[in-house]
Nanobody, 119 residues
Framework: QVQLVESGGGLVQAGGSLRLSCAAS????????MAWFRQAPGKEREFVAR????????YYADSVQGRFTISSVNSKRTVYLQMNSLKPEDTAVYFC????????????WGQGTQVTVSS
């Protein structure tokens, strides 16, 4: 099992920036992909971005493409989400998650960090 702890959320005005961090511990050697998801009030959890632990390859949801950047420092077992040009619709609880093999569900999740963007 992998333990994940997110940090960096907060309140920001529209157009501003935040950087989220996710620190992993435990069975991190089995990590294949790490990703960020978010869940807004009354909505289902949605995918935001992912990064391959071995290659560094990234993939983004259309809604954040060009504004958000996911990165990792493998030696620190940490993944970051740099969020620029934030919009009120980005308001949500942001979660990081680990996928241990291709094609299997993300099975380790953090507790989430709140991001609130005011208009």
């Amino acid at each position: 099992q992998v333990q994940l702890v997110e940090s960096g959320g907060g309140l920001v005005q529209a157009g501003g920036s935040l950087r989220l961090s996710c620190a992993a511990s435990g069975r991190t050697f089995s990590t294949y992909t790490m990703a960020w998801f978010r869940q807004a009030p009354g909505k289902e959890r949605e995918f935001v971005a992912r990064i391959s632990w071995s290659t560094g390859g990234t993939y983004y949801a259309d809604s954040v493409q060009g504004r958000f950047t996911i990165s990792s420092v493998n030696s620190k077992r940490t993944v970051y989400l740099q969020m620029n040009s934030l919009k009120p619709e980005d308001t949500a609880v942001y979660f990081c998650a680990v996928q241990q093999k291709p094609g299997v569900p993300y099975d380790s999740w953090g507790q989430g960090t709140q991001v609130t963007v005011s208009s």
